[in-house]
């Protein structure tokens, strides 16, 4: 019994031995086999359970940081009641956790942004601009803050919460308007008044709408003209108007005809219809004798409503008043009410068509200035807001090829405006370029002064085709304005973008629009929507609200609700 169980033992144990399996390959290969795929399962499990983890654990922080967002929100909204935290936020926070290079990119704009308002703020608190070489600020327009109260919706709209508190104290308590200064109307209200109601619209903050009640109410007396067309300079103090000596007594298109959105907003924001009355009076008057071209000289006679033997441009002088035609009919929801501003503006855009021509040999589209009879083959870089502009009314035509003959031309000419930059040895544009026959385009005027137009319009054109190469485009522009501009105090522009000297002034638009323009740029397109703001001249974004028949809309100042927001430049100045 002794040996019988001692081999029945050593049957059970013998396949353990491994001798067992050197005798006998095929059985040894087998044992592999089955331990390597128990391997790979085992190791595959564990995996997913750490895959599993991770997710679970960046869910829990998305839903941590949400709850935090809402929470900063409602303890910082001021005195305008809870916000509503609605689903766009949820929206743009997904899109912004899908596309991390949007994320890098706009938080480096947001960089510059924080050192360019640090430079202003440790140098030039409270004047209207800095001068980042000399480390000193100057009052270009009567010392109204025009760098503090253009940045305001910035800083909001980059959730940059410390900085836009501290502007709202210096506006509340430091802002005066009672100045002897000879102000212009036109700069005054699209940097001061505008910037004024967009912080409101943002912020809901009353204290901004107030102050830009304020302001306006100074300048209305420049439209105590025969016609209403407005005199473009104002004394603030003593409110006497008059126009510039050099236009000879005449009125400039443009800085009469980009006050309609502003003065409107204003009447809806206050319930007080004398704002919107003064500023649509304009458009009336200029609509008995608009021509079938809808193209007007840039002087205009206030007494006489005359248009003047003066050139006629998308540039200086003549820019926005096209831009506001378009942008009061969006403003007021495209309603039949504002319709007579579509159809002014789609008579400029046929006119706007005899102005194009296209460069040899690279055919670059590009719009002439017309003087008389004649067509000059100039194009200022201010024209370059035209390419935006031109993508955002081509939605609105009824017919299907207009609409894609328009956003094709607005491509054609970002196109051209992108190479103003890449022309020049800095990759900055010039202030006006010249075409002459085979040889594309020229610099002419060759400073650069910090302009937005054509980020403007890269910004308008991704918003609007998805197009991510605008994205591109504008992301090298920023670069540019990074190697060239920036200097430890601030950002200059420069005198010469072939040689790189630098001169010694940050325009309050840079804040105001380039930097605001580029962080827009790559941020989601839930972030100030085209279908509820539409952004004044100098890109202060303002609610749409829908215009009915029967004149004033009702006094929209009853508990304005703030945005829920993600954590001259026309004339300019070199220095």
């Known amino acids: 019994m002794a040996r019988g169980s001692r081999s029945v033992t050593s049957s059970k144990w013998r396949h353990c031995h491994p001798s067992y399996y050197l005798k006998r390959p095929k059985r040894l290969a087998l044992l592999f086999i089955g331990f390597v795929c128990v391997s790979f399962v085992v190791w595959d499990r564990q995996t997913l359970v750490r895959e599993h983890q991770v997710e679970v654990s960046e869910l829990r922080k998305e839903v941590t940081d949400l709850a935090n967002l809402l929470s900063e929100l409602n303890n910082k909204q001021g005195t ?59 009052n270009s327009f009567g010392g109204l803050g025009a760098t503090l109260i253009d940045s305001l919706d910035t800083l909001y709209i980059m959730g940059l919460n410390e900085q836009f508190q501290k502007a709202r104290e210096w506006v509340a308590n430091t802002l005066d308007f009672n100045k002897d200064y000879e102000a212009s109307v036109f700069e005054t209200t699209i940097r001061v008044v505008g910037g004024l109601l967009s912080a409101y619209d943002l912020s809901g903050d009353k204290v901004f709408l107030d102050k830009a009640r304020e302001i306006a109410d100074r300048l209305l007396p420049a439209w105590n003209t025969p016609t209403g067309i407005p005199y473009n300079i104002i004394n603030l103090s003593h409110g006497r108007a008059h126009n510039p000596s050099w236009t000879g007594g005449e009125s400039i298109l443009a800085d009469s005809g980009t006050e309609q959105l502003e003065f409107i907003v204003l009447s809806q924001r206050t319930g007080d219809p004398k704002y919107q009355q003064k500023v649509e009076n304009v458009i009336i008057q200029l609509n008995k004798t608009f021509p079938g071209d809808g193209l007007l000289p840039i002087y205009i006679n206030p007494h006489s409503g005359a248009a003047g033997y003066s050139p006629i441009t998308f540039g200086a002088m003549g820019d926005s008043f096209y831009e506001y035609l378009l942008k009061v009919w969006i403003q007021g929801n495209k309603t039949s009410v504002v319709k007579h501003y579509r159809d002014m503006w789609e008579k400029s855009m046929k006119g706007l068509l005899s102005l194009i021509r296209r460069s040899t040999p690279s055919s670059f589209a590009y719009i002439c200035e017309k003087n008389g009879g004649s067509l000059t083959d100039k194009m200022d870089e201010l024209a370059c807001f035209a390419p935006g502009m031109i993508a955002l009314g081509s939605f609105g035509y009824s017919a299907a090829e207009d609409s894609q003959k328009f956003l094709s031309l607005a491509e054609e000419l970002a196109w051209t405006c992108y190479n103003f930059y890449q022309s020049t040895p800095t990759k900055l544009a010039g202030e006006n370029y010249f075409f002459h026959s085979g040889q594309d385009m020229s610099v002419g005027t060759s400073w650069n002064i910090l302009r937005p137009e054509t980020v403007e319009s890269l910004f308008y054109l991704w918003r609007l085709t998805g ?107 070199s220095g």
């Open 80 to 138: 305008s009641g809870k916000i509503d935290l609605s689903t766009k936020v949820t929206r743009s926070s997904k899109e912004v956790l899908d596309d991390p290079i949007d994320i890098q990119r706009r938080e480096k704009v947001k960089e510059a942004m924080l050192h360019a308002w640090g430079s202003y703020e440790k140098y030039a608190w409270g004047q209207d601009e800095l001068q980042p070489q000399s480390k000193s600020g100057v």
């Open 467 to 573: 197009n991510k190469t605008y994205q591109e485009w504008g992301w090298n522009i920023f670069q540019a304005f990074e190697k060239n501009s920036r200097i430890e105090s601030g950002y200059v522009g420069l005198k010469d973008v072939n040689s790189g000297v630098k001169d010694n002034m940050m325009q309050s638009f840079f804040l105001a629009e380039t930097l605001k323009y580029f962080y827009l740029l790559f941020s989601p397109s839930s972030v100030i929507p085209l279908d509820e703001w539409v952004f004044n001249t100098e890109a202060h974004p303002l609610r749409i609200v829908t215009r009915n028949e029967g004149g004033l809309y009702k006094n929209l100042n009853e508990k304005q609700k703030p945005f829920s927001r993600i954590g001259g430049r026309k004339e300019g100045r």
